[in-house]
T-cell receptor, first 110, second 115 residues
Framework: SQQGEEDPQALSIQEGENATMNCSYK?????LQWYRQNSGRGLVHLIL?????REKHSGRLRVTLDTSKKSSSLLITASRAADTASYFCATDGGNNRLAFGKGNQVVVIP | NAGVMQNPRHLVRRRGQEARLRCSPMKGHSHVYWYRQLPEEGLKFMVY????????ESGMPKERFSAEFPKEGPSILRIQQVVRGDSAAYFC?????????????FGPGTRLTVT
């Protein structure tokens, strides 16, 4: 079964810097979604990118998708302390079951 | 517009007891999904339901776990005779429809601790 896997697993950056994390998956997908989870809280939906899209923006977020390499990246520009969280990618192969990676812990130092 | 609601937020059960987790989807959403998250792990799909129907339960353990989404009221995830390994965060998500390219919106989760 397909499963997103994020890389790097943990990232520590200074406020104002950009944060980039990658996600790889194994099988074909309909879309890929990125979520944020603050410690001990629920998941917040950030962005969905369809399999026929290559790039998508939402505020300070930029997501790319390369279906030939089965990979996606999430870029957070001008990071803030409030961006400290775990970030998950999840793939949807068309069966409505999201397959999540283990998550990517981002710490933004004020 | 209220989001996905889950209760209780925290649940403590002794081994052998039953746990009932409730999920009310977003207004207008008729598709509900349950996921389980173990510590330091990503979420794992358990079950997908529509009103009065289980569409896909391939991620749910065959024994002790059951789920329902009745015509009226919230979706219920029921765990009978809980064991320590059931301790996890259980998340519910909902979507407005099925098919490709519809976002799933998640609730705050229920953290189950089995003592």
């Amino acid at each position: 079964s397909q499963q997103g896997e994020e890389d790097p697993q943990a990232l520590s950056i200074q406020e104002g810097e950009n944060a980039t994390m990658n996600c790889s998956y194994k099988t074909s997908i309909n879309n890929l979604q990125w979520y944020r989870q603050n410690s001990g809280r629920g998941l917040v939906h950030l962005i969905l990118i369809r399999s026929n899209e290559r790039e998508k923006h939402s505020g300070r977020l930029r997501v790319t998708l390369d279906t030939s390499k089965k990979s996606s990246s999430l870029l957070i520009t001008a990071s803030r302390a409030a961006d400290t969280a775990s970030y998950f990618c999840a793939t949807d192969g068309g069966n409505n079951r999201l397959a999540f990676g283990k998550g990517n812990q981002v710490v933004v130092i004020p | 517009n209220a989001g996905v609601m889950q209760n209780p937020r925290h649940l403590v059960r002794r081994r052998g007891q039953e746990a009932r987790l409730r999920c009310s989807p977003m207004k207008g959403h008729s598709h509900v999904y349950w996921y389980r998250q173990l510590p330091e792990e990503g979420l794992k799909f358990m079950v997908y339901l529509q009103k009065e129907n289980i569409i896909d339960e391939s991620g749910m353990p065959k024994e002790r776990f059951s789920a329902e989404f009745p015509k009226e009221g919230p979706s219920i995830l029921r765990i009978q005779q809980v064991v320590r390994g059931d301790s996890a965060a259980y998340f519910c998500a909902s979507s407005s429809t099925s098919g490709a390219n519809y976002e799933q919106y998640f609730g705050p989760g229920t953290r189950l601790t089995v003592t």
